[in-house]
Each structure stands twice: as structure tokens, then as C-alpha cells.
């Protein structure tokens, strides 16, 4: 497996990333910006891109902006929003052909740089502020998106899980927005929120493919000018000990009851015990051959899936279940079990060796791919820490039954969340 190296140059505005490689027959560009996540502007925040991918000053329509990226032998491009620990993250994405791989000379990675920064700095206005009808129509749009999420019921329930679990936490705040908000947000309003954004939010650029670094740092000198001043910083998550266990239960009408487990770690991205973290949650809950789906799904039957996953940035993790509405006590007291195992040290020595392949091989696989590559790699400026991939994968190799063992026991459950059916199935929940 080639090493990846991350080429960072620290502008006054932004920080490049220039990731070189030859596998790929496109050149990756993304925008990351990034800001501590705030209840009173994640709203704007979550309306931002719906608007800003609807035109700009020179493509005033969503069609002149697909145009122009058919025009761009069919570039791909997105903007979307998410949440990385405490941070709100806004992410412009363009996928470009390379040059070498088509009959053409035009500099193709000079007008997707154009094309971003027209995105970006360009944005469709009418006198200083969005258009009213297009912020409306777009409100309308995270309205729905918004209201959706009741019905996956899975996304749902760790919704809710996260609300009651960290209620008091910036991480508790939802990066979709909140309907409540959307009455207040109008052209003008959104505008500024837009401005803070591209003037304070930290911004990192990454540029992966058969690139060379000086032309690329030179392009952006050349054609990507904001105006900035300030910029913030990431910031790292509180971490909040375990409380006594708290246990919420809601009733809609569904068949498949939703029981999600939610556990504090005190383990982040930069911590030392994050590798025996990974192989911990591998063998609870986070593949095929793990406890909670063995032991859980197929020998008892209790449930219709059970997995688990952690939060880098958080330090926290989630366990997931489906189950009958009927089973609650009998799969909540089977995955409060499976915990207890490796806490007593109960790991065989194919689970361990299953578990470090399987996380080594997922790694390839997410770094198999340009959005990937980036999306690693940026996990290191939120988490704070510099590493090479094959650091990574020789600290996974190096991670002992004692490291799972005490990883394990430091591992607290804080919260768990039931959505069952409306005739029951928890009656002490």
C-alpha cells in the first residue's frame, strides 16, 4: 500500500492540502469550511448549500450551472453540510477529468478552480442580499428533508438518542436546523450568514490527482481571492464523564422497535488508546464476525441487525439495534452482556486478528477513492493529529487483548434510547 503525503502549505486564508497521486483518472478539489457548531446560526448554516448550488453571479440558474460543468467534460459537483465533533463543516466538492486522459488543451484544473471560487465568491444576489424566492423555496426544501427523518426510523431514533445524551453539549445540536428557525431566515439574514462563513470559518482546500504541488499552489494564488479576516479554530470536544444511566422511552406506531445504546469513551482521534478504540468497537459491534451480531442477531435471534459504531471527534460510541417491541429487556440485558465480555478480557485470538484485518482493509478501501483520501485526511486537522496511513496501520497491528481489555472498561453506558410500538414491549423504560 503507497504512503499518501499530505503536502500542506499554510496560506494566510486557508491551509492547501496537495495530496499527489497517480491512480486516478480525475482531479479532486474541496473546500472545507469549519466552524465551532452554534445553535443560533446551524439553521442557516444547514440552507446554505441548498442555495448556493441553485446559481451564482455569471450561471444565475441551477441549468447554466450544470451547463457549465457539462462544458467541463462532465465535472461533478456538490456542496453538502455535516457535523465532525463540535464543528460544523460546509464542503464544496469537484470531481474533474484530468487532461492527460482527453484530447484537450485546455487547463482544465485551472477552470474548476475558477468554477469554485464563483461558487463561492459569486453567489447569485439581488440588491446585497439571496433571492427571496429562491431562500424560500430552498427553506421549503430543508423543511422536507427536515420532517423526513421521523420516518427513518433508524436516523430517528439516533437523533433522538444524541438530544437526550448530550442536551447541555454543543454536539447535541442538530446539523440539519431546526424548523423553528426557519421563519426568521430571509434573503438578508442568510447573507450574512454566508459572510461570516467566508470570512471567519477556518477553510481548508485539498487537491488530490496527478497534480504538481508549485502549479497548484501558484493557481490558487493566482485565482481563488476572498475576502477574509480572522479566521476560527476547530475547536476540540468537551468530554463529559458517564452520569447515572439514564433510559428514554417514546411510542410511535411501528412494528420494528429501535434500541440504541450511547457510551462515553473519554477517546478521541489524537489519544493514544484510539487504535485499541477501533479494535474494540470491531469486535463489540462494528463488523459481520463481532459479539453483538453473533451473539445477539444470530444465536439468540433477538434482533433484526446490532452493530456499533464511534464518534472520532466525540468520544463517544452508539450500539444499534432492531428488535421485537417484546424483546427489549432480553436484547438490552444480551448487549449489556457482550460489553461485559471484553471487559473480563473474553477475546479469542481469531477475533482479534479478524478484527484488525477488517479494519485495515476498510482503511484501503475508504482510501481507494479521491473523496476518501480527503475525507482521512481532513479527520487529522479536526482530530489534531499528523499520521500517515501506514502509521496507522501499524498501530492497529500493534493493539493487544490488554489494550481492548482496558479500552473496554473504559467505555461507560450513559444513555439508552428505545422507540418502540404504541401497545408497548418496555414497561420499566
Same mark, same amino acid.
Given at each position: ?237 468537551? !468530554?463529559? @464523564?458517564?452520569? %447515572?444511566?439514564?433510559? *428514554? &422511552?417514546?411510542?410511535?406506531?411501528? =412494528?420494528?422497535? #429501535? ?78 452482556? !457482550?460489553? @461485559?465480555?471484553? %471487559?473480563?478480557?473474553? *477475546? &479469542?485470538?481469531?477475533?482479534?486478528? =479478524?478484527?484488525? #484485518? ?72
Amino acid at each position: 500500500m503507497n504512503t499518501l503525503v499530505d503536502n500542506q502549505i499554510d496560506h494566510q486564508d486557508y491551509q492547501l492540502h496537495m495530496i499527489p497521486t497517480t491512480k486516478f483518472k480525475t482531479n479532486t478539489i474541496a473546500l472545507k469550511f469549519a466552524r465551532p457548531i452554534e445553535r443560533d446560526t446551524i439553521t442557516s448554516r444547514a440552507l446554505l448549500p441548498f442555495v448556493l448550488q441553485k446559481g451564482t453571479k455569471n450561471f444565475p440558474s441551477e441549468r447554466e450551472l450544470r451547463l457549465e460543468l457539462d462544458r467541463l467534460y462532465g465535472a461533478k459537483f456538490s456542496i453538502n453540510g455535516a457535523k465532525k465533533g463540535e464543528n460544523h463543516i460546509i464542503t464544496l466538492t469537484l470531481d474533474l477529468p484530468n487532461e492527460k486522459f482527453i484530447d484537450v488543451e485546455n487547463d482544465l484544473l485551472k477552470q474548476g478552480v475558477q468554477f469554485l471560487h464563483e461558487v463561492v465568491a459569486n453567489p447569485k444576489l439581488i440588491d446585497q442580499a439571496f433571492d427571496p424566492d429562491l431562500v424560500a423555496k430552498e427553506k421549503e426544501t430543508l423543511e422536507n428533508k427536515i420532517n423526513s427523518i421521523v420516518d427513518e426510523k433508524m436516523q430517528y431514533a439516533n437523533m433522538r438518542l444524541v438530544d437526550e445524551m448530550c442536551q447541555d453539549e454543543s454536539f447535541g445540536i442538530r446539523s440539519h436546523g431546526y424548523i423553528d428557525d426557519l421563519d426568521s431566515i430571509d434573503g438578508t439574514t442568510l447573507y450574512d450568514t454566508y459572510q461570516d462563513m467566508i470570512q471567519h470559518d477556518r477553510l481548508d482546500i485539498y487537491v488530490v490527482g496527478d497534480i504538481e504541488g508549485e502549479v497548484v499552489q501558484q493557481l490558487f494564488e493566482s485565482e481563488f481571492k476572498l475576502e477574509r479576516q480572522n479566521p476560527v479554530e476547530i475547536k476540540e470536544a468537551d !468530554q463529559v @464523564e458517564a452520569g %447515572q444511566l439514564n433510559t *428514554i &422511552s417514546e411510542a410511535q406506531k411501528v =412494528q420494528q422497535a #429501535k434500541l440504541h445504546f450511547g457510551y462515553r469513551t473519554q477517546i478521541t482521534y489524537r489519544d493514544e488508546n484510539y487504535p485499541a478504540l477501533q479494535v474494540f468497537n470491531g469486535i463489540f459491534g462494528g463488523f459481520p464476525h463481532s459479539k453483538l451480531f453473533l451473539n445477539v442477531r444470530e444465536k439468540h435471534s433477538l434482533a433484526y441487525y446490532a452493530a456499533s459504531r464511534f464518534e472520532s471527534h466525540k468520544g463517544l460510541l452508539f450500539v444499534f439495534s432492531g428488535i421485537a417491541p417484546e424483546k427489549y429487556e432480553e436484547a438490552k440485558d444480551i448487549i449489556m452482556k !457482550q460489553h @461485559e465480555s471484553i %471487559q473480563e478480557g473474553n *477475546i &479469542s485470538d481469531d477475533e482479534l486478528e =479478524q478484527t484488525k #484485518k477488517a479494519i485495515i482493509h476498510s482503511l484501503k478501501e475508504t482510501l481507494d477513492g479521491s473523496r476518501g483520501i480527503i475525507d482521512w485526511h481532513y479527520q487529522q486537522v479536526v482530530g489534531g493529529k499528523q499520521q500517515t496511513n501506514q502509521d496507522v496501520i501499524d498501530a492497529i497491528q500493534e493493539v493487544t487483548k490488554d489494550d481492548v481489555k482496558k479500552v473496554a472498561n473504559l467505555v461507560a453506558l450513559d444513555t439508552i434510547y428505545l422507540l418502540t410500538s404504541e401497545d408497548g414491549g418496555a414497561q420499566d423504560a
